[in-house]
């Protein structure tokens, strides 16, 4: 267990639905990352909030939607998604720029878009 | 662009012998590295990291090199054990900035 979790663990859904991933990390950091893991390809990062403000966006279509109400939580709002989407969606957490950046990960979301 | 890449993409050894797993980064303002472990189904995990004011760092039963001069990261696990089937990955921060860069992997296989 790394303090940081996810869920749903598994989730699929059509084009045209609606869902939401969420994550929470028990460690006390300050800022919280959104990447996508596909295979073959390395981890790309998509939205940084650092103290609960959006820090960096990658260039990700506006279909993925973050939240962060609070420095514990995390979400990814998802609508009208493609099948290229299909991917592991990781979170992780940590000290941010104010130390040197080690990340926290949690197990991640496995996202099939039908 | 800049990356972070990996030589070899599968690495296989026998249980017991000793790994060495590289890393080729570019971005020479880069002053911190971490190797992450990821089992399959979950998330990567952290092993070891090491700032740049160093050339080596060691763990339990791993190692990590740093070759500055070549932008060249290894990492050594002793005595391979089964557990350690996985996919390596290494990582580089610039301080300052929020994004770590990946690498694409290393799927490490232990065969007893």
């Known amino acids: 267990e790394t303090g940081v979790t996810q869920t749903p663990r598994h989730l699929v859904m059509g084009m045209t639905n609606k869902k939401s991933l969420k994550c929470e990390q028990h460690?006390?950091?300050?800022?919280m990352y959104w990447y996508k893991q596909s295979a073959k390809k390395p981890l790309e990062l998509m939205f940084v909030?650092?103290?609960?403000?959006?820090?960096e966006n990658n260039s990700v279509p506006s279909r993925f939607s973050p939240e962060c109400p609070n420095s514990s939580h995390l979400f990814l709002h998802l609508h009208t998604l493609q099948p290229e989407d299909s991917a592991l969606y990781l979170c992780?957490?940590?000290?941010?720029?104010?130390?040197?950046?080690?990340?926290?990960f949690g197990p991640g979301t496995r996202l099939t878009v039908l | 662009g800049e990356s972070v890449g990996l030589h070899l993409p599968t690495l296989s050894v026998q249980e017991g012998d000793n790994s060495i797993i590289n890393c080729a980064y570019s971005?020479?303002?880069?002053?911190?590295f971490i190797w992450y472990k990821q089992e399959s189904g979950k998330g990567p995990q952290f092993i070891i990291d090491?700032?740049?004011?160093?050339d080596k760092r060691q763990g339990q039963r791993v190692t990590v090199l740093l070759n500055k001069t070549v932008k060249h990261l290894s990492l050594q696990i002793a005595a391979t054990q089964p557990g350690d089937s996985a996919v390596y990955f290494c990582?580089?921060?610039?301080?300052?900035?929020?994004?770590?860069?990946f690498g694409a992997g290393t799927r490490l296989t232990v065969k007893p």
């Open positions: 992780a957490s940590g000290q941010g720029i104010s130390s040197y950046n080690e990340q926290f």
């Open positions: 460690l006390g950091h300050n800022a």
């Open positions: 909030y650092s103290l609960e403000e959006r820090v």
């Open positions: 971005n020479s303002a880069s002053d911190y």
């Open positions: 090491i700032r740049s004011n160093m």
């Open positions: 990582a580089e921060n610039q301080s300052g900035f929020f994004d770590m860069r």
